[in-house]
C-alpha cells in the first residue's frame, strides 16, 4: 500500500474540516463517504466530488474501497464504530471525545492489538507546532516551576437543534470543547492530576452548558480550566512559572489566524516565539499515514486518551455530587 484509502464514516459538519486535509497529504486520498441512507450518501458524495457513497455505515466497513475511517458520529457513538471499524479491518481516526468512560477506551485498546489496527483519538491542535514547541518551551524550564494553567474555550449555541445539547449522544460543553483545556493541561503538565473538582451549570435538556474545574497536581501545580456554549466564541491558554509566563491565543484553532505564542520574563514586553504556518487538520492525517504505512507509534497514544477520559469523567462525578474526585 503506497496511499490510505480514506473513508468518511458519516456526512457530520466537522468532515469539512478533515476532506481538505486529506486531499493536501501526499500519502492519501477520499475514496469513500457512508450516510444512514443512499440520498443522503450520494448527495454528499456530489457535494464534495467523492468518488463512492454507501447507504449505510456497516455497507462501507465491508467493502474492500477503504483502508481507514474517520468517525465523526455523535459522541455516544465513538466506541462502537470504532471496535466495528477495526474488526472490519479499518484503521480508525476517531473524533474526539474517544469514548465516555474508561472500560470503552479499555475495550477499544482490546480490539486495536487483536486486530493490529491503527486508532487514534482526532485531537488536531495536539499535532501543529504551536502545541509541541510550547510543550518543549515548558519542559526547558525557561518558565521555572509551572504553578498554574488556565484554559478557557467558549463559544454561543445558536439552534437549540444541536446534538451537542442531547444527554443520550453524550452531549455537553465539557465533553464537547471543555476537553480541550483538560488535554492541553496534561500535555503540558505531563500526565492526569491527582484529583479534580468541578461544578457546572445545566441547560433546559439536562446537559452542561457551562463547565468549570480545578485539576490538582503534585507540588501544588494547577490546571482551571472552564468552557461555555453560553458565550461568544473565546479560546486561550495562560501556562504560569516561577520565572514568567506563556500565552496561546486561539490554542485550539489555529486556522483562524489569530493565534500568537507569547512569552512574558518580566514587566517589559513580550517575546514572540515563531509559529510556522500549517494546515490545522494536516497533521493528525499525516500521523494516521505514518502509524499505518510506516508502522510509526501514532503522536497521541491511547494512554493519553485513556487519562483525558478519566479526567474528565472524574469532573463530571465532582460537580454532580459537589465534592473532590481523586482518579
Known amino acids: 500500500m503506497s496511499k490510505v484509502r480514506w473513508g468518511l464514516l458519516s456526512t457530520a459538519n466537522i468532515n469539512k474540516m478533515l476532506i481538505p486535509a486529506i486531499r493536501r497529504a501526499e500519502r492519501g486520498e477520499l475514496a469513500a463517504v457512508a450516510s444512514r441512507s443512499q440520498a443522503s450518501a450520494d448527495a454528499y458524495a456530489a457535494d464534495w466530488g467523492i468518488a463512492t457513497a454507501f447507504g449505510s ?18 459522541n455516544r457513538l465513538h ?87 442531547v444527554p443520550e449522544l453524550g452531549g455537553g460543553a465539557l465533553w464537547d470543547i471543555g476537553c480541550y483545556p483538560v488535554t492541553v493541561a496534561q500535555f503540558l503538565l505531563g500526565g492526569p492530576p491527582m484529583w479534580v473538582f468541578g ?86 492525517v499525516k500521523d494516521m499515514h505514518a502509524a499505518i504505512l510506516d508502522g510509526a507509534a501514532p503522536y497521541l497514544s491511547l494512554e493519553e486518551t485513556r487519562n483525558h477520559i478519566r479526567t474528565i469523567v472524574a469532573l463530571y462525578e465532582s460537580a454532580a455530587n459537589h465534592r473532590p474526585v481523586r482518579l
Request: some cysteine; glycine content about 10%; proline content about 4%.
Open 57 to 74: 455505515y456497516e455497507a462501507m466497513l465491508a467493502s474492500d474501497a477503504v483502508d481507514a475511517v474517520y468517525i465523526s458520529l455523535p
Open 79 to 165: 466506541a462502537e464504530w470504532s471496535i466495528k471499524a477495526m474488526r472490519a479491518g479499518k484503521h480508525v481516526l476517531c473524533e474526539k471525545p474517544f469514548a465516555l468512560n474508561v472500560g470503552d477506551v479499555d475495550r477499544v485498546h482490546e480490539v486495536a492489538q487483536s486486530t493490529g489496527r491503527v486508532v487514534a483519538e482526532a485531537f488536531m491542535y495536539r499535532h501543529h507546532s504551536q502545541t509541541k514547541i510550547a510543550g518543549d518551551f515548558v519542559r526547558s524550564g525557561r518558565l521555572g516551576e509551572v504553578t498554574v494553567i488556565r484554559g478557557v474555550f467558549n463559544f454561543k449555541m445558536g439552534s437549540r437543534e444541536n446534538v451537542r445539547l
Open 199 to 284: 461544578d457546572q451549570w445545566l441547560g433546559a435538556s439536562g446537559v452542561d452548558e457551562v463547565f468549570n474545574g480545578q485539576l490538582h497536581y503534585a507540588d501544588g501545580r494547577i490546571a482551571q480550566i472552564s468552557c461555555s456554549f453560553r458565550t461568544p466564541f473565546h479560546t486561550f491558554v495562560e501556562v504560569l512559572g516561577t520565572n514568567g509566563r506563556l500565552t496561546m491565543s486561539e490554542p485550539f484553532r489555529m486556522d483562524l489566524g489569530g493565534n500568537r505564542l507569547l512569552f512574558y520574563a518580566g514587566e517589559g514586553e513580550p517575546e514572540e516565539i515563531p509559529v510556522p504556518e500549517e494546515d490545522l487538520y494536516l497533521g493528525e
